[in-house]
């Protein structure tokens, strides 16, 4: 049985990144999915329930692809970031192509609540990541300098 090796620092404060923007983000989302029932009713419920579903998908895929390649080079890291950027956006086109083509079918859907919920989700993300952020240990020094005659007396 082989042993699984400890994450590096780099993994961890990706893993920290992507449970700090989950936690808000559901916190947000079950917030935002209650009112919109309450107050405006069923179709808002439901209409918000796919916003915050959609909304916490993409951020998900975003840090997880961090997550994955957080001990890369900068280059591969920047090409999935770029990857899954690309893939998301393309989802998020194509399910308002097909919302849009198909709108007597979709309209149900509460607009308010779509959007509503949808903001509020991104800011419970982006809040709680970034109070996460604040939160890591992330050293900075400059390398020391290699070259002869330098820093030895």
Do not use: C
């Not at 970031?81 to 194509?94: D, K, M, P």
């Not at 709108?103 to 509020?120: E, G, M, N, Q, S």
């Amino acid at each position: 049985m082989r042993e699984r090796k400890a994450p590096s620092a780099q993994v961890v404060r990706a893993q920290r990144l992507l449970v700090g923007g989950l936690i808000g983000g559901h916190a947000a989302a079950l917030t935002a999915v209650g009112l919109m029932w309450a107050l405006r009713g069923a179709n808002a419920g439901a209409t918000s329930a796919i916003a915050a579903a959609v909304t916490l998908a993409f951020y998900t895929v975003a840090l997880g692809a961090q997550v994955m390649v957080a001990d890369a080079a900068p280059k591969v890291v920047l090409f999935a970031w770029l990857a899954s950027y690309l893939a998301r956006v393309t989802v998020l086109g194509l399910a308002l192509a097909v919302t849009l083509t198909q709108a007597d079918r979709f309209a149900w859907l509460d607009p308010v609540a779509l959007v509503v919920t949808t903001i509020a989700v991104v800011l419970g993300w982006i809040g709680f990541e970034l109070h996460a952020y604040s939160k890591l240990r992330i050293p900075v020094f400059d390398p020391p300098d290699s070259s002869p005659g330098h820093g030895s007396m």
